[in-house]
C-alpha cells in the first residue's frame, strides 16, 4: 500500500505517519495544504516552514499544495494535487472533525483510492497520552479561555494532560484541542533521524481573545545518531 | 503531456517552467532536491524557503525531495521521488551542464517519461537576454574573480549583461553563470500572480574567496492584480 499522508506538523499528522509507517505502507509523501487566506502568506511567518525540517528528518518528500482558502475550493485543489501521485491511499490524522473526515473520504472516493483515519473516535485522553509516550510534543498556539500564554512553548507531558483534563471539566477544553483549543509541533518521533531544535522563539500573546503563539524564528535539525553514539 | 520541472528557484529552472507552460503542457509539480549536505540543513538559511513563495505565486504545487548529497545517491533519490508523479515527462533547465542533462535524462529513461531541456546549448548572451525581458531576476550568490560584492541584490538587465560580457572577456567569467559564477533568483515572471518582494537582505561577502551571498530573511508575496487595476 502507497499511501501520502496529509501533514500539518502538529501531533494529529504525526501519529497518521507513525500508524501508516507501523503497518507497513510505503509513505510515498506527506502533504500540506497552504492556504492563501493564512497569515503564512507572508514568508516572515515562520512556523509554516518547520514542516519541512519535519519531512527532512523523516527523509520523506513534503508536497505544498496551494489554494484560495475558500472551503469547496479548497477540497478541489487537494484533489488535483493527490491526483498527480502515484499512491493507493489517504492517511490523515482526523479525529473527531466530520468535515474533515468526509473531505478526505469524498476525495479518495473520487480518485479511486482507500482512505484511513486511525485516531478516528479515540478517547482523546487515552490518545493524548499514546501520543505522549511516542512523540516530543510542545504546545505552539493556544485559543481558549482557561488557557494561558504559559501554554506557549510548553511540552506536552502527563502533568500537561492531567492539567488539560481538569480544563476539560472546568471550561470545556477539549483535551486533544480537536476544537482549536491549542496547536502542537512536533518535535521528535522514532521516525525523525533528526530531531527538530527550537533555537530562538518569540511569543505572542493576545490576552482580550486568549490566543497566541509561539512563532520559532530559528530552529534546525541535531541529528540523532550523536545521541545514539554516546549511549553504546 | 503531464510534466514536473525540476525548480531552483533561479533563471534557469523559471525558464524551463516559461518554456512548458508555452508548450501547453500541464506542468504537475515542481521539484526541489534538498541535499542535506547544504547549510539549509539549518533552518536559519533562509533562501531555500523561497522558492515555497514562488510556487505559491504560480500555484503549482511544490514537492521537496530529500537527499544525503552524495552525488550518486541523489540519482537515485531523485528519482524515487519522480517516480511517484503521474507525470509524463521531465523538465530541467539545463544549460551546458552534461552531467545535469545525462542526470535527468537517466531518470527519465529508466522512467519511461520524456526529458526536455529547453535551454540546452543556447548562445548565453542571447539566452540571458531573452530572459531578462520575460524575468524580474536579482543576483543571490557570487563566486567568481571578477565579481564583487555589488553583484549581491543587483538587478539583471541589459547593463548587468553587458558588463558579464566584459568579465568573460577579461576573467573567463560565464555570461550566464554555468560554471557557478553566480545565482539569481526570480522575483517575477508571467506566470506569477503575485511577485515576491524582499523585505530584509543580508550580504553575506566573503572577500578572500571572491564569494557572497544574499540572504533573504523577510520577504512576501504581493498580489498583481492591485497593479493591473490601476493601470485599467
Chains 1, 2 share one sequence.
Do not use: C
Amino acid at each position: 500500500m502507497r499511501v501520502v499522508v496529509l501533514y500539518s506538523g502538529g501531533k494529529d499528522s504525526n501519529y497518521a505517519l507513525y500508524w501508516a509507517l507501523r503497518k507497513g505502507f510505503e509513505v510515498k509523501y506527506l502533504l500540506s495544504m497552504v492556504s492563501e487566506r493564512d497569515d503564512s502568506y507572508m514568508y516572515h511567518v515562520p512556523n509554516i516552514h518547520l514542516t519541512e525540517l519535519q519531512a527532512r528528518a523523516a527523509g520523506i518528500p513534503l508536497v505544498k499544495g496551494f489554494t484560495s482558502g475558500e472551503k469547496e475550493k479548497e477540497v478541489e485543489d487537494m484533489k488535483a494535487v493527490i491526483e498527480g501521485l502515484r499512491v493507493d491511499g489517504i492517511v490523515a490524522g482526523a479525529l473527531a472533525s466530520e468535515y474533515q473526515k468526509e473531505r478526505v473520504e469524498g476525495i479518495a472516493g473520487e480518485l479511486g483510492l482507500k482512505s484511513f483515519a486511525p485516531a478516528w473516535h479515540r478517547d482523546p485522553i487515552d490518545y493524548m497520552r499514546e501520543l505522549t509516550g511516542i512523540f516530543d510534543i510542545v504546545v505552539v498556539g493556544v485559543s481558549a479561555y482557561g488557557l494561558d500564554e504559559r501554554w506557549l512553548g510548553r511540552r506536552v507531558d502527563e502533568r500537561a494532560i492531567e492539567e488539560l483534563v481538569r480544563l476539560h471539566e472546568r471550561y470545556g477544553v477539549h483535551p486533544a484541542g480537536e476544537g482549536g483549543e491549542f496547536e502542537t509541533f512536533v518535535r521528535d518521533a522514532p521516525f525523525f533521524r533528526a530531531r527538530v531544535v527550537f533555537d530562538e522563539v518569540v511569543k505572542k500573546w493576545d490576552g482580550p481573545s486568549y490566543s497566541g503563539v509561539l512563532e520559532v524564528t530559528r530552529a534546525h535539525l541535531e541529528p540523532k545518531e550523536a545521541q545514539l553514539s554516546k549511549g553504546g
